[in-house]
């Protein structure tokens, strides 16, 4: 009988002998100081201490799945910190695979707001201002095997996990403990007008950190466990403002979060890191260092109350065999919902090259190439393992862009060729693309209109047709501070109109061949000396023909103006054929009008490539070529108008300047780029223009100087700051053998405008 009590008494006390402490972790909320609670996890594992359990609300979430998914806290810390991630964070997508012949030429636009004329005008507002795709298509590759190796179940992961989002539909937090992981830190991550939210279950969800930014209940409740570390990085909120919408709405949606550890023993951990701003990603590096820092501080004080330890030896064996479990990415069937499949079949199709699978990279390029079209507005990324297979089934559910997008930008300088810009484009998406745009740009300088329509066909090998009509002025007599700045010409107004048709197809996917034909007809009003009177009257010379011509462009460039890495090649042969009308104005040598026919050839060259990069500096080169047998117009000034034009510094597309026409030339120039942060770069660059025979004023007749003879010297130093919606730019700038050898501008916005007839 006293041995059946031993057995017995054993069993009751089996489970206290046994008991093993089990230690949670919770990470709130806040944005970019978010990356604090990697330093923390990073003290954490040095000193041995266990985590058991961990939840997270919105960054807490991200940071604390990537740890539950067996990743260290240094490869989260690399992740972190590296340029793709920053990307994703400021939704921009990774360059290298959008397709360039999509881009469309390049304008002023600074801004868009997208719209449809059927919809009310709440409807009409932006529920973002960054982009999602990146961050769901990134959050797939991080989450999709961990996902599939715990069968869905967040219990299942290296280490149990729970993260909320808010149900703004039921006004009350939204847990998740199984499912797509991606998804569920996506919703958590979803703050409100940075991130648009996601639907799930017939919900809205949206950041956790709106009704719970410190899940500590749901760890006590979901895991009770013995000791809870806590690591806060939030901050409070300021009360709403008369004049911040986004503070209004955040506080009509969110609720009071609770920022204390419930019915257990723990401790919380507050890094230091008020001064790191909602969105300041660039600082990750800084947060994490003040998270490991202040989790020290307070390393003493948790092993004190720590019975159990885990070895490192035991934690890479954790994560050795739940890595293990993980199938590789690699993808047999994709499923898209959102367009019509032909608008995808030739992307995707490149990608299996029949193959029955394809592997991530491929799939990362396809899947990028989707967002060169502007008529996608968003698309979210489900992957699913197929357990008999092997390989993961991927369903794309795709938002078209609403239909109308209207665009407004410009130039606002110290110079008066301030210029406005406004744009509009209707998009449809079916079968076949059709896009309609056009644009006007305003101001003393310049001002342009231009239509145009363009036809995508998705085949195996795409194809669009472009038309478009476009009427300009240039006014670089008023656009002059005094009439004695540019001397060479004082006055002088060029107009155009003209109609181009093109066919384009890609090659390969940052290429793209064209070929066309402009019908135009340009007019330029001038006198031929600077001593003209009020009573005088201009010359007018027009040339009106057509002229076809053949492209071929490659372009890795990452910005529309001021890039700082990749190249561009153009190489374009042209043919021009019209007729030349001058009517001679009073300071003309002759009295009649001249008709004479016009015809040549021409070939240009150029070529950019920022090819090397060392920390934060940064070189590249442009090499520029034109050749071509263009005859002389009637006289000096109608020659040099229509002459070829060297223009690599952006400020010479505002300045006529007689000294950079010529018909033949070669140019080489190299340009160096410091970047004392991301966004403030100083770039120095010079060149040398070489012409092979100068244009030279025989008593206002054209002719040809010596081969060879001349050669200029010209550059620029440049301050530029790249905002979220365009450039600020401080240039000093050197022109050799012009009136006016130095020019110093400040300018805000892209000094871009609608092609010319004939460039």
């Known amino acids: 009988m006293p041995q059946v009590y031993r057995i017995l008494t054993l069993f009751l006390f089996l489970p206290l002998l046994t008991y093993g402490q089990k230690v949670g972790v919770v990470l709130s909320g806040g944005g970019a100081s978010g990356a604090a609670h990697i330093g923390v996890l990073k003290a954490l594992e040095e000193n041995n201490i ?33 340029d793709e991630f920053i990307e994703w964070s400021n939704g921009v997508p990774l360059e290298k695979y959008l397709f360039f012949y999509k881009e469309e030429d390049p304008t002023a636009e600074i801004v868009n707001i997208d719209f449809n004329l059927d919809t009310l005008f709440e409807t ?21 095997s961990p996902s599939a190796a715990a069968k869905y179940n967040f219990d299942s992961l290296m280490i149990p996990f729970r993260c909320i989002a808010a149900d703004i539909t039921n006004g009350k937090e939204y ?60 901050r409070k909120d300021a009360s709403p403002s008369e004049d911040n919408l986004v503070s209004q709405i955040k506080s009509m949606l969110s609720k009071e979060s609770n920022y204390s550890i419930e019915c257990a023993e723990g401790i919380i951990i507050e890094p230091e890191v008020n001064e790191i701003t909602l969105l300041d990603f660039d600082q990750n590096y800084n947060a994490i260092q ?3 820092k202040s989790a020290l501080k307070s390393i003493d004080s948790i092993k004190a109350n720590i019975k159990d330890f885990r070895t490192k030896a035991y934690l890479e064996k954790m994560r050795e065999d739940f890595n293990n479990k993980q199938n590789l990415l690699r ?10 499949e032909q608008q995808t079949n030739y992307i995707f199709s490149r990608a299996l090259k029949n193959k029955s699978f394809f592997e991530f990279d491929k799939l990362e390029q396809s899947y990028m190439r989707l967002l060169s079209d502007r008529g996608i507005k968003s698309i979210y990324p489900i992957a699913k393992l197929d357990s008999a297979s092997g390989y ?7 938002k078209k862009e609403k239909s109308f997008q209207a665009e407004f930008g410009g130039i606002i300088s110290t110079r008066p060729i301030n210029t406005g810009y406004v744009g509009l484009r209707y998009t449809r998406m079916r079968k076949n693309n059709l896009i309609v745009s056009g644009n006007t740009y305003f101001g003393k300088l310049h001002s342009s209109a231009k239509l145009g329509g363009r036809l995508e066909f998705p085949n195996k090998l795409p194809i669009y047709t472009e038309l478009s009509y476009t009427a300009s002025k240039w006014d670089f007599f008023n656009s002059s501070t005094t009439i004695l700045e540019d001397v060479n010409p004082s006055y002088l107004i060029n107009h155009e109109n003209f109609i181009d048709f093109k066919v384009g197809t890609p090659v390969r996917f940052k290429g793209k061949f064209e070929l066309g034909s402009t019908f135009f007809e340009l007019e330029n009003e001038y006198y031929q000396d600077n001593s003209f009177l009020r009573t005088d009257t201009a010359d007018i010379n ?16 990452d910005q529309k103006q001021f890039a700082k890495e990749g190249s561009k090649l153009e190489l374009k042969a042209r043919w021009v054929y019209g007729d030349e009308k001058n009517i001679p104005g009073s300071t003309s040598l002759e009295s009649e009008k001249v008709i004479s026919r016009r015809e040549w050839f021409e070939v240009r060259f150029r070529y950019q490539n920022y090819f090397f990069k060392k920390s934060k500096f940064k070189l590249g080169g442009q090499l520029e070529f034109i050749s071509t047998n263009q005859p002389f117009f009637n006289n000096y000034t109608a020659t040099v108008l229509l002459a070829p034009s060297f223009q690599p510094i952006p400020e010479m597309a505002t300045l006529f300047q007689y000294r950079y026409r010529t018909h033949s030339y070669g140019a080489v120039g190299l340009k160096s780029i410091y970047s004392f942060t991301k966004r403030l770069d100083l770039r120095v660059e010079a060149y040398v223009f070489q012409p092979f025979q100068e244009i030279i004023n025989n008593n206002k007749s054209a002719g040809y100087g010596e081969e060879l003879s001349i050669r200029d010297f010209l550059g620029t130093a440049t301050a530029v700051y790249t905002t979220r919606i365009g450039p600020i730019a401080a240039s000093f700038n050197y022109y050799d053998n012009t009136v006016n050898q130095y020019k110093f501008l400040i300018h805000f916005g892209y000094i871009l405008f609608n092609k010319k007839a004939l460039e």
Do not use: Q, W
């Open 124 to 144: 009409n507002l932006p529920i973002s201002f960054v982009s999602s795709v990146p961050i769901d298509f990134g959050l797939m590759k991080l989450f999709a």
């Open 331 to 340: 993808f047999r069937h994709v499923s898209i919902t959102g367009i019509e």
């Open 392 to 398: 993961y089934n991927l369903e794309l559910k795709i």
């Open 175 to 234: 847990p998740f403990y199984n499912g797509d992981l991606a998804t569920a830190v996506r919703a958590s991550m979803a703050y409100p007008f940075y991130l648009s939210p996601i639907k799930y279950n017939d919900k809205i969800l949206f950041d956790g950190g709106l009704y719970n930014n410190f899940p500590s209940d749901i760890m006590y409740h979901d895991f009770m466990p013995d000791y809870v570390i806590g690591s806060n990085v939030s």
């Open 290 to 292: 003040e998270g490991y």
């Open 50 to 82: 266990p985590i058991d359990y961990i939840t997270g609300t919105s960054i807490g979430a991200l940071v604390g799945a990537l740890y539950a998914s067996g990743k260290t806290p240094s490869e989260i810390e690399a992740l972190f910190i590296s």
């Open 542 to 557: 027009r040339f009106r023909g057509f002229s076809p011509y053949l492209e071929y462009t490659r372009s890795t460039l």
